[in-house]
C-alpha cells in the first residue's frame, strides 16, 4: 500500500521561510512524478508546483514562481516543497502527490496517490 507522509508546515510570518517534506513508500519512486497542491476553504484544490521523475522539468504555478522551489531526493524517496517570501495568500493546507506520467500535471485528478495535508498559515 503506497502512503505519502508529509511534515513541516505550521505558521509563519509574512516573509518568512517553510520547508515541507514529503515522504513516501513507493518502490519504484523514480518511475513518478511528483507534484505539490494547496487547497483553501471553498475553492478547488490548486497546483503549486511539479517535478519530473529525473527532477529535469519542473513547473510553478505564477503565483509561486521565484518563490517556491520543488525538489526531490529519489535515494530517499522524498520530495520537498522550500517556501520563500511567504504571504498571507499562501495560507492553504498543502498536499503532496504522486503519479506514474512521464508529464507533469496540473490536475488534481490526473495524480494516484496523495499525503494527508499540512496547514500553513502565514500572517501578516
Known amino acids: 500500500q503506497v502512503q505519502l507522509v508529509q511534515s513541516g508546515g505550521g505558521v509563519v510570518q509574512a516573509g518568512g521561510s517553510l520547508r515541507l517534506s514529503c515522504a513516501t513508500s513507493?518502490?519504484?519512486?523514480?518511475?513518478?512524478?511528483m507534484g505539490w497542491f494547496r487547497e483553501v476553504p471553498g475553492a478547488e484544490r490548486a497546483f503549486v508546483a511539479g517535478l519530473s521523475r529525473s527532477s529535469g522539468y519542473t513547473e510553478y504555478a505564477d503565483a509561486v514562481k521565484g518563490r517556491f522551489t520543488i525538489s526531490r531526493d529519489n535515494a530517499e524517496n522524498m520530495v520537498y516543497l522550500e517556501m520563500n517570501s511567504l504571504k498571507p495568500e499562501d495560507t492553504a493546507i498543502y498536499y503532496c502527490?504522486?503519479?506514474?506520467?512521464?508529464?507533469?500535471?496540473?490536475?488534481?485528478?490526473?495524480?494516484?496517490?496523495w499525503g494527508q495535508g499540512t496547514q500553513v498559515t502565514v500572517s501578516s
Open positions: 513507493i518502490r519504484t519512486f523514480g518511475t513518478y512524478g
Open positions: 502527490a504522486a503519479d506514474r506520467s512521464t508529464v507533469i500535471y496540473r490536475r488534481s485528478r490526473d495524480y494516484d496517490y
